[in-house]
């Protein structure tokens, strides 16, 4: 088992920045890949960005690029989302989850969650 607490939310105006944090306990936190996903109202969950075990490979999702930076600390047992240039569609609901495939090259398969964090951004 691997929980996941999320934290960095809150209430940004747009141009803005915030940093998330997922620090991860249970299993060896180092040796699997994440992801950050996001939830706004009325919504279904979509696909932010990813990170593999050692950093090597990262992915975001075309909305983001440029202006997320996905990256973890494999000592601190954390992974983070600097988010820059907000904009108000970057509102919802972000997770951290973690990839239980071995190989970054097979289809993602996310098997923990956490609890999610607010981020609003007001225009």
């Known amino acids: 088992q691997v929980q996941l607490v999320e934290s960095g939310g809150g209430l940004v105006q747009a141009g803005g920045s915030l940093r998330l944090s997922c620090a991860a306990s249970g299993r060896t936190f180092s040796g699997y890949h994440m992801g950050w996903f996001r939830q706004a109202p009325g919504k279904e969950r979509e696909f932010v960005a990813a990170?593999?075990?050692?950093?090597?490979?990262?992915r975001y999702v075309d909305s983001v690029k440029d202006r997320f930076t996905i990256s973890r600390d494999n000592g601190k047992n954390t992974v983070y989302l600097q988010m820059n240039s907000l904009l108000p569609e970057d509102t919802a609901v972000y997770y951290c989850?973690?990839?239980?495939?071995?190989?970054?090259?097979?289809?993602?398969?996310?098997?923990?969650w956490g609890q999610g964090t607010q981020v609003t951004v007001s225009s």
């Open positions: 989850a973690v990839n239980t495939q071995i190989s970054w090259n097979d289809h993602p398969k996310y098997d923990y």
């Open positions: 990170i593999s075990w050692s950093s090597t490979y990262t």
